[in-house]
């Protein structure tokens, strides 16, 4: 534990220092979110309309920095540095899991601050936002959990991260066009969708822990059993893919 928690400090401080990242990750989708919908400024939507929106946004602060959590052990890979720590560490466990508990730290924190000031300007009464903002809290832990596991999958990948980083950065805004399209919902064939876009996963997770917590609402969301199966599904290839990850770069000699 005293390993992580230095890990956790180094990380930390990796973190803090990336302002850049603090922009990308939360007041880009809270502009966008404001910039998109402001007709909430004009009159105030149902209750529906707003957390079918705001989920949209909070797949894409889930999804962007849970990545994270693969791409930068990845760099640290291809510089020696995975390598070096792992040596002085005794495992690669303890790195991982403390960049995944750091990262899940600062994720938390955004999407706290993002359901905050998104809920106190459209809900209309401190129990709907306190039950919003403490549904987005577990959403988030159970996307989170759930897609940084997953997107080490693509340590296994033999590229060099500057290709994966243009790879991941096209595939994004693809997956976040199909997300808000409802493509999932239109098609016979879109329940695949839950389990080929993660984008789609923490959407329908937030939906329907939304739906759970206030009941008087009802959101149109796959079923209950195929939420659950498909986070088990994404845990499951994240805990297979840690088994099989290297510590030595795949592109390069380290």
Not at 35 to 45: A, G, M, R, S, W
Not at 88 to 97: E, L, P, Q, T, V
Not at 166 to 186: E, K, P, Q, Y
């Amino acid at each position: 534990m005293k390993i992580i928690r230095e890990y956790n400090i180094l990380f930390t401080k990796m973190m803090l220092n990336n302002k850049i990242g603090f922009v990308w990750y939360l007041v880009f989708p809270l502009v966008v979110f404001f910039v998109y919908n402001y007709n909430f400024f004009i009159e105030k939507p149902s209750d529906d309309s707003f957390y079918i929106q705001s989920s949209f946004f909070l797949s894409y602060i889930v999804f962007t920095m849970s990545i994270e959590v693969a791409t930068t052990l990845i760099a640290m890979r291809e510089n020696g540095f995975l390598k070096t720590f792992t040596f002085i560490s005794g495992n690669k466990y303890s790195i991982i899991i403390g960049k995944a508990s750091t990262q899940l730290l600062f994720l938390v924190t955004a999407s706290l601050i993002f359901s905050f000031t998104t809920s106190v300007f459209v809900l209309d009464s401190i129990d709907k936002i306190l039950l919003y903002i403490l549904s987005t809290f577990i959403s988030t832990l159970i996307g989170a959990v759930s897609l940084s596991l997953f997107f080490l999958i693509l340590m296994l990948v033999p590229i060099r991260q500057e290709s994966l980083i243009t790879i991941l950065n096209i595939s994004m805004l693809v997956l976040f066009f199909i997300t808000v399209r409802g493509f999932s919902h239109s098609f016979s064939w879109g329940v695949f969708l839950l389990y080929l876009n993660p984008l789609e996963l923490v959407r329908s997770v937030a939906i329907f822990i939304t739906s759970l917590m206030a009941k008087e609402i009802s959101l149109p969301n796959f079923p209950v059993y195929l939420i659950i199966s498909s986070v088990i599904s994404y845990i499951v290839v994240g805990l297979i893919s840690l088994k099989f990850i290297k510590v030595n770069s795949k592109t390069t000699r380290t």
